[in-house]
């Protein structure tokens, strides 16, 4: 049988993660004031997500992670749905692993840490892909790489 309940170590994770979301990114930022452009996470939060190693969860030490499982990856990204943060953090994970599994250490460190940023391309459908395709950037104006 399988176990599903979080662990008390998985547990203190997400009241870490939440307690951090709740007081510097509030769904609240969701209303910003007409006119106005705010990204998503301002830069100096995406660096502390790295700081606090939410983007290298998984990612083995050497290569920038903190080691943890893909579970503890999972239960993460669960509440940064929850707040409606944007989906260029599981583009950064997915970055960061790709970089480690590509022999790229530096650049899975560089990702993990928070200093290069990553958004989100999602391929266009419809009558534009006929067309030639493209992609949609999701929070990309302070990205480095997508």
């Not at 999602?122 to 480095?144: E, K």
Request: proline residues 7%; negative net charge.
């Amino acid at each position: 049988m399988i176990d599903l309940i979080p662990s008390s170590e998985q547990e203190a994770l997400l009241d870490a993660v939440t307690s951090f979301i709740r007081s510097e990114l509030p769904l609240e930022r969701r209303r910003p004031a007409p006119g106005k452009f705010r990204p998503d996470i301002p830069l100096e939060n995406w660096q502390r997500f790295g700081e606090l190693g939410w983007l290298g969860l998984s990612l083995p030490e050497p290569s920038g992670g903190t080691g943890y499982g893909l579970a503890e990856e999972v239960l993460v990204f669960r509440e940064f749905g929850r707040y409606l943060l944007t989906p260029s953090l599981l583009a950064a994970a997915v970055a960061a692993q790709l970089a480690h599994r590509c022999g790229d250490a530096a650049l899975a460190r560089a990702i993990a840490s928070g200093s290069r940023r990553v958004a989100l391309a999602l391929p266009i459908s419809g009558a534009l892909a006929a067309a030639g395709g493209g992609f949609h950037l999701v929070d990309a104006g302070a990205s480095q790489l997508v």
